[in-house]
Nanobody, 121 residues
Framework: QVRLVESGGGLVQPGGSLTLSCAAS????????MNWYRQAPGKEREWVAK???????TYADFVKGRFSISRDNAKKIMTLQMDSLNSEDTAVYYC???????????????WGQGTQVTVSS
């Protein structure tokens, strides 16, 4: 069974940095694009960044220049380096990936359970 597990969340002061990781496991044949989303209290979930299998990256305007997404295809790990954090970055961050599973099944997007990031002094 395909699983995505995020880690690295926590409490950080404004202006600080944090690195999130997402590890994919289970019966995976191939992963194409991987994404980070976030959801702040009382708000809709929003897309943050995307990385293609080729490592092409795209970012939401509100994180450009501050966040950096990367991946290791062999290890099936994606990371999000977050710098210059501010209170508006406080949210639960979710990993999302387009996965082709081993055995029966077709391409579909999977979600992790989320990791909390809190930016506060």
């Amino acid at each position: 069974q395909v699983r995505l597990v995020e880690s690295g969340g926590g409490l950080v002061q404004p202006g600080g940095s944090l690195t999130l990781s997402c590890a994919a496991s289970g019966g995976i044949l191939r992963i194409t694009d991987m994404n980070w989303y976030r959801q702040a209290p009382g708000k809709e979930r929003e897309w943050v960044a995307k990385i293609e299998r080729s490592s092409t990256q795209t970012y939401a305007d509100f994180v450009k220049g501050r966040f950096s997404i990367s991946r290791d295809n062999a290890k099936k790990i994606m990371t999000l380096q977050m710098d210059s954090l501010n209170s508006e970055d406080t949210a639960v961050y979710y990993c999302n990936a387009n996965v082709l599973p081993l055995g029966p099944g077709s391409w579909r997007y999977y979600w992790g359970q989320g990791t909390q990031v809190t930016v506060s002094s």
